[in-house]
């Protein structure tokens, strides 16, 4: 079985600064993957970043990228140049390939 | 990706009403399944759709309650049956492209329906 903790309930940044969101997971698969999904109040869920757990190198995308540690299962976000639209739901999620399941979310706050 | 439209995209229903939710995908794809997320909490999966067969339901979530159909590979419905006031949620349709490395095992979602009973 595949779990996911996101330790944050709450988080704010300044608008153009850092924050990283933290993510932790269990599973027993040897080949999995991970995600981070944001949702805003339009409700829409948007594919942020994906990891694939075979590959050792951090996705980037952009202004968003990932620290994978993998021995410790944590897959923490970060985003850089933090923008308003960046407010929003935050969801951490992994899958053993058909199963995919989700954290329980960390809300981000944009401030201006 | 998957481009996938849900309607309606919010009602407000009668107690003991059913409504029925579409969900168009742009694509065929593999995977489809539907979640339910109560405000401000997670996504709970309530079934993956199955292409003409018979849905497959997660624990405590029902067939007669929940019935939903998949005619073929790029749509389905969700019928949320009965409703009562504890049915108010959203509801969100998702689909896989491929299980394959190369499409990356990805989820993608539709807008969400947005259903209030009264």
């Known amino acids: 079985a595949q779990t996911v903790t996101q330790s944050q309930p709450e988080m704010s940044v300044q608008e153009a600064e850092t924050v990283t969101l933290s993510c932790t997971y269990d599973?027993?698969?040897?080949?999995?993957?991970l995600f981070w999904y944001k949702q805003p109040p339009s409700r829409q869920m948007i594919l942020v970043i994906r990891?694939?757990?075979?590959?050792?190198q951090n996705a980037t995308e952009n202004r968003f990228s990932v620290n994978f540690q993998k021995a410790a299962k944590s897959f923490s976000l970060k985003i850089s140049d933090s923008q308003l639209g960046d407010a929003a739901m935050h969801f951490c999620?992994?899958?053993?390939?058909?199963?995919?399941?989700f954290g329980p979310g960390t809300r981000l706050s944009v401030l201006p | 990706s998957a481009v996938i439209s849900q309607k309606p995209s919010r009602d407000i229903c009668q107690r003991g009403t059913s409504l029925t939710i579409q969900c168009q995908v742009d694509?065929?794809?593999?995977?489809m399944f539907w979640y339910r997320q109560q405000p401000g909490q997670s996504l709970t999966l309530i079934a993956t759709?199955?292409?003409?067969?018979?849905?497959?339901?997660e624990s405590g979530f029902v067939i007669d309650k929940f019935p939903i159909s998949r005619p073929n590979l790029t749509f389905s419905t969700l019928t949320v049956s009965n409703m009562s006031p504890e049915d108010s949620s959203i509801y969100l349709c998702?689909?896989?492209?491929?299980?394959?490395?190369?499409?990356?095992?990805?989820?993608?979602f539709g807008e969400g329906s947005w259903l209030t009973v009264v």
């Open positions: 999620a992994s899958s053993d390939g058909q199963n995919f399941v």
């Open positions: 990891q694939e757990a075979y590959k050792q």
């Open positions: 759709a199955n292409q003409g067969s018979e849905a497959t339901y």
């Open positions: 694509s065929q794809v593999t995977m």
């Open positions: 599973t027993s698969e040897s080949d999995y993957y």
């Open positions: 998702s689909a896989i492209k491929g299980l394959d490395r190369d499409s990356g095992n990805t989820i993608y």
